[in-house]
């Protein structure tokens, strides 16, 4: 299965489709992303479609309702978690300003101290 994501205002997406692989194949059996996009135009009489994929070689994350399309990295990004977060620019993913540490312990970002809190429990 294909994925889509229907784009609405500010480029928030608003919901995420399946199409069949064979709707994208042209005569040459080639799959292409513009025939999805005239199916689902033709479908749900929506002009504004992007095709994603779980795992992420099209447009950097798979899309979810809610996200962004940015036009300008072509990629799906997610709504920022904490106002320290910053945004890598090759994954598009938001990173903590301090990693997680990985002593196998479970762990909550902590915005107030802009630090990791391990959880107890």
């Given at each position: 299965m294909?994925?889509?994501a229907k784009i609405g205002l500010n480029?928030?997406?608003?919901?995420?489709v399946?199409?069949?692989?064979?709707?994208?194949?042209?005569?040459?059996g080639i799959e292409r992303e513009e025939l999805g996009i005239?199916?689902?135009n033709e479908l749900y009489k929506w002009p504004i479609w992007k095709q994603t994929s779980y795992n992420r070689n099209i447009r950097k994350n798979f899309a979810g309702i809610g996200?962004?399309?940015?036009?300008?990295?072509?990629?799906?990004?997610s709504k920022k978690p904490y106002n320290s977060?910053?945004?890598?620019?090759?994954?598009?993913?938001?990173e903590?300003?301090?990693?997680?540490?990985?002593?196998?312990?479970?762990?909550?970002?902590?915005?107030?101290i802009q630090n990791w809190e391990v959880i107890n429990g």
């Open positions: 294909a994925h889509f480029n928030k997406i608003i919901e995420v399946s199409v069949n692989n064979e709707v994208l194949k042209d005569s040459l005239q199916f689902l996200y962004t399309y940015d036009e300008d990295r072509d990629a799906f990004i977060w910053i945004l890598n620019e090759q994954t598009c993913l938001w903590s300003p301090i990693p997680m540490p990985t002593d196998g312990k479970r762990y909550n970002w902590n915005e107030q």
